[in-house]
């Protein structure tokens, strides 16, 4: 079988993809000089949030995610972050292939919260390679590639941060069910407000004169189930 080994060199936003975008730059070998005709990959990427370390404000902000500090020897658990298909043209010995990665800014997504709460530093990813190589010298042969194929990639917390503010800029946006943005539409039209962002300072102001010194945030400590393992393709 033909040796196949993957190497991430490095991680860029797509300014000009419809969405947010990251292009992750592989590069990939092939052992034993036969040419690989093409290769059907198959890309799981993983955040792995124990092997960074993070400042008090970093800590406070993951705390819904990971709960308390000294929790985090059990609850610092990896987070999957994508899974994606790409075609690599035929090669032989050694290429390079662009891997692009869709992403969301919806905070209720895991991966987008942990990011979120990031300043600064490297976001620790894995990824983990399968898939189907076609190779042969003098013919055509099916090889699997093999599930323990994998590549880390230290991802800026800068380059997500570009990413994001190329397509919003200075925003964010909320996920919500339909009767409540029925809700929210009905005040606003009572109300006669511009926008949406008035619309919610004008709840706010309103909650701030009801309780001027609200509680702290009510943590319930919720913590992410263990990813151990590369999911079904």
Do not use: K, N
């Not at 709460?117 to 699997?144: C, I, K, W």
């Not at 503010?165 to 109300?191: K, M, N, Y």
């Amino acid at each position: 079988m033909t040796e196949l080994a993957f190497t991430c060199t490095g991680v860029r936003s797509d300014p000009y993809a419809a969405g947010p975008t990251l292009v992750f730059r592989l590069r990939i070998t092939a052992s034993g000089g036969a040419p690989v005709h093409a290769l059907a990959l198959r890309c799981q990427l993983r955040i792995e949030p124990a092997r960074r370390a993070y400042g008090s404000g970093e800590a406070e902000a993951l705390h819904d995610l990971f709960g308390d500090r000294s929790r985090w020897g059990s609850t610092l658990q990896p987070i999957q972050f994508a899974q994606v298909a790409v075609m690599v043209p035929g090669f032989t010995g050694e290429t390079e292939a662009d891997v692009p990665v869709p992403c969301t800014y919806d905070t209720d997504v895991a991966a987008s919260r942990y990011l979120a709460a990031l300043d600064d530093g490297d976001v620790p990813l894995l990824m983990l390679f399968s898939g189907t190589a076609f190779t042969g010298a003098g013919g055509f042969r099916v090889e699997p590639v093999p599930w323990d194929r994998e590549a880390r990639c230290p991802m800026p917390v800068a380059v997500w941060r570009e990413m994001i503010e190329q397509h919003f800029p200075g925003c964010g946006w909320l996920r919500l069910r339909r009767d409540t943005i029925a809700e929210l539409l009905a005040f606003r039209s009572h109300r006669a407000l511009p926008s949406w962002e008035e619309t919610v300072r004008a709840l706010l102001d309103a909650a701030r004169a009801a309780d001027p010194e609200p509680p702290g945030p009510a943590w319930a400590g919720a913590v992410l189930p263990r990813t151990g393992e590369r999911t079904a393709p």
